[in-house]
Antibody, heavy 124, light 109 residues
Framework: QVQLQESGPGLVKPSQTLSLTCTVS??????????WSWIRQPAGKGLEWIGR???????NYNPSLKSRVTISVDTSKNQFSLKLSSVTAADTAVYYC????????????????WGQGTMVTVSS | DIQMTQSPSTLSASVGDRVTITCRAS??????LAWYQQKPGKAPKLLIY???SLESGVPSRFSGSGSGTEFTLTISSLQPDDFATYYC???????????FGQGTKVEIK
């Protein structure tokens, strides 16, 4: 059973770079044709997809965040990571990593496995 | 960008009620539509994918329908465990991006 776990600083200063890592356990990040995504949720608000990475390293980002986001993968550590630069208070949120649900029929473009989420606060 | 409009934003219902939540896309998304349930402090849980496919382990009282621009999530008989917030999510196969609806909070009447 694949599980995801986010990790990283819970407090980031304004204008700095937010860095989070998602560790995949119970399976190899390289096995299958999965996309791995980052999603965030400000307190009391809805969900916002940030971006995704394929195990080959190809990425797609939310156009509203694209200029500040970098997602990378480290297959040797079974991890993928998020960097969000020039953060402001508006980037304060719970950050989730998630996996696209895929089966023998292909990928569904729905997220069936989620991490528990990690709260990141942007404040001086 | 494709915009998702989810309605209602809040829904008050009783145990046993039939509940319907609607999600509309600003342009056709084929069947790339999923529904999630989220409880406070928890990650979202996948209920429905590809508009109408029930995720494994999800009770059959949950169903999804629609294609193109209009989609619905139906709970046939609301149970106490179903009081939560529900989100739709679309995938844009042209821009390769995902967008969530604003959410519907299902409250106890």
């Amino acid at each position: 059973q694949v599980q995801l776990q986010e990790s990283g600083p819970g407090l980031v200063k304004p204008s700095q770079t937010l860095s989070l890592t998602c560790t995949v356990s119970g399976g190899s990040i390289s096995s299958g044709s999965y996309y791995w995504s980052w999603i965030r949720q400000p307190a009391g608000k809805g969900l916002e997809w940030i971006g995704r990475i394929y195990t080959s390293g190809s990425t797609n980002y939310n156009p509203s965040l694209k200029s500040r986001v970098t997602i990378s993968v480290d297959t040797s550590k079974n991890q993928f990571s998020l960097k969000l630069s020039s953060v402001t208070a508006a980037d304060t949120a719970v950050y989730y990593c998630a996996r696209d649900k895929c089966n023998n029929s292909g990928c569904t473009r729905a997220f069936d496995i989620w991490g528990q989420g990690t709260m990141v606060t942007v404040s001086s | 960008d494709i915009q998702m409009t989810q309605s209602p934003s809040t829904l008050s219902a009783s145990v046993g009620d039939r509940v319907t939540i609607t999600c509309r896309a600003s342009q056709s998304i084929s069947s790339w539509l999923a529904w999630y349930q989220q409880k406070p402090g928890k990650a979202p849980k996948l209920l429905i994918y590809k508009a109408s496919s029930l995720e494994s382990g999800v009770p059959s009282r949950f169903s999804g329908s629609g294609s193109g621009t209009e989609f619905t999530l139906t709970i046939s008989s609301l149970q106490p465990d179903d009081f939560a917030t529900y989100y739709c999510q679309q995938y844009n196969s042209y821009s390769l991006t995902w967008t969530f609806g604003q959410g519907t909070k299902v409250e106890i009447k």
